[in-house]
């Protein structure tokens, strides 16, 4: 077989699977019987009508299997109707028989690939074995064929629209995946960080000062109930459509971020520009930044007392730096997947986003978010 052949006889039955039986098929089912014995009674002219509106009748059922068992159903249909006209010597003239192309629709909607070829050979050869039997116009086979193929036609446009479809929904679940995987990620460590530091704080100040080690607990509390409150939050969005429950922090919650305690090193933020001019979507993204950078110089910058947050909003659009004093790297780029986060956020939007050593010691996040990024 060629290859295109051998991809064809390959392909799998159309995915998702059809549902099995539906009410138009019922109505189908009793629909055609009553038209065929209808049509019979009203064009006397047609030989063998009486014969051929049985057949079409007891042939009905098989719309109810045409999904399930397409290419059997098929098989049945014009395997009874060819015998039935070489038996006539003549082709069924009723309308009716139209119902056929419903069949053959259902092979090439949802069969396998090699449903679709024995499918179209078991009508090429019905039609031929009819044209053999009583000699048609010219017309006549044109016509036919053209209905044919428009059918079959049909079946695959209808199947492979459907597949682009779900493959463009199943892109949608992914990308909302990771989004909700950076989300996640950026939450939990940042709150989990704070509270492994207050923990650490307290185990060495518990035994010399009880006084300290009661804020520590307080502290603790503080930090685990922030964390709970943002995971319902998220939570809610996902067993909910309403998008005003969507936790969508602004520039302003990056205040949440200042601390200043003698348990980690402080951290100072400065606003700077007209804040309400940035899009939500944009303020969301740098403040998740900001806290993903801010937790990576927590957990990470040694030594490190004082973390500055500076984000910067001008004609150009948003900038972000987060740097710390601390000595070596405050993050470990080849570790986890914050700085990769941070990156997709900012890429997202147009905008580029660093990590890495400050020139004058510590570590340094720097992002950009230009407004050509979200305004295109």
Not at 301 to 318: F, L, N, P, Q, Y
Request: glycine share 10%; net charge positive.
């Amino acid at each position: 077989m060629t290859s295109p052949v051998r991809a064809l006889w390959d392909a799998p039955a159309a995915v998702p699977a059809p549902p099995r039986r539906v009410w138009r098929d019922w109505v189908l089912v009793g629909v055609i019987p009553a038209l065929a014995v209808v049509e019979a009674s009203v064009r006397t002219d047609v030989p063998w009508r009486w014969l051929w509106a049985i057949v079409l009748a007891a042939l009905a059922p098989t719309l109810l299997w045409r999904r399930a068992r397409p290419f059997t159903m098929l098989a049945i249909a014009f395997a009874v109707g060819t015998t039935v006209g070489l038996a006539t010597a003549g082709d069924p003239q009723l309308f009716t028989t139209a119902y056929f192309l419903i069949l053959l629709y259902a092979v090439f909607r949802w069969g396998s690939g090699r449903a679709m070829i024995a499918g179209g050979a078991i009508v090429v050869i019905g039609m031929l074995l009819t044209f053999v039997a009583t000699p048609p116009e010219v017309a006549d086979v044109i016509g036919g064929v053209a209905v044919a193929v428009t059918t079959a036609t049909l079946g695959l446009a209808v199947r492979w629209r459907r597949r682009a479809r779900t493959r463009e929904l199943e892109q949608v679940r992914l990308l909302e995946r990771e989004q909700l995987a950076r989300d996640l990620h950026d939450t939990v460590a940042h709150h989990v960080s704070a509270i492994a530091i207050q923990a650490q704080a307290g185990t060495a100040v518990a035994a010399t000062d009880p006084g300290a080690t009661l804020r520590v607990l307080h502290a603790i509390e503080a930090e685990a109930t922030r964390t709970l409150r943002e995971m319902r939050a998220m939570v809610g969005v996902l067993r909910t459509p309403d998008d005003a429950l969507a936790p969508t922090p602004g520039l302003a919650e990056i205040r949440s971020l200042e601390r200043v305690d003698a348990a980690s090193p402080a951290v100072v933020v400065t606003l700077d520009g007209d804040l309400d001019t940035v899009p939500q979507a944009v303020a969301a993204a740098v403040f998740r930044i900001a806290q993903e950078a801010v937790t990576n110089a927590r957990r990470h910058a040694r030594g490190a007392t004082r973390i500055e947050v500076g984000v910067k909003v001008d004609a150009g659009g948003v900038r972000l730096e987060v740097r710390d004093d601390g000595g070596g790297a405050a993050s470990t780029p080849s570790f986890g997947y914050g700085i990769t986060g941070m990156r997709e956020r900012a890429a997202l939007l147009g905008g580029t986003c660093d990590a890495g050593p400050a020139p004058g010691g510590g570590w340094v996040v720097a992002a950009t978010l230009p407004r050509a990024g979200w305004t295109a």
